[in-house]
């Protein structure tokens, strides 16, 4: 079983191989370390077979998601990380890690309009 963390930093090194920005890859890595402190909240370290699309219930992330909205984030942000979360699963798809993409059956908040 691999540990999400350890599959995250390949996917780290991906987006250095794609000349992501420094900025971009920052972003992700706070993204995704704040997706993996909460799913680490009882004390065992999440795999990513633990998120095979086939087994998955996405009430955990449903469950990180309000937390988000709870914390006051703005739609914008929360849709940020999201995304970020979204495409590190993409990673581990095409790596043929899990069979599908578990973040792509979370809806994206509405952004507010101004």
């Not at 009882?42 to 219930?57: L, S």
């Not at 590190?88 to 952004?111: C, E, H, S, V, Y």
Request: hydrophobic share 40%.
């Amino acid at each position: 079983m691999r540990e999400l963390k350890a599959v995250f930093q390949l996917y780290e090194e991906e987006l250095v191989r794609q000349d992501c920005s420094a900025h971009t890859i920052r972003s992700y890595a706070g993204d995704f370390q704040q997706f993996e402190e909460f799913l680490t909240r009882d004390g065992i370290p999440p795999t990513i077979e633990q998120f095979d699309v086939v087994r998955y219930d996405v009430t955990r992330m449903r469950d990180w998601l309000n937390g988000l909205h709870d914390a006051g984030l703005a739609n914008a942000t929360i849709c940020r990380k999201i995304s970020a979360v979204r495409v590190f699963f993409d990673f581990a798809r095409r790596q043929g890690l899990i069979r599908g993409n578990p973040a792509r059956m979370i809806r994206m908040p509405k952004r507010k309009k101004t």
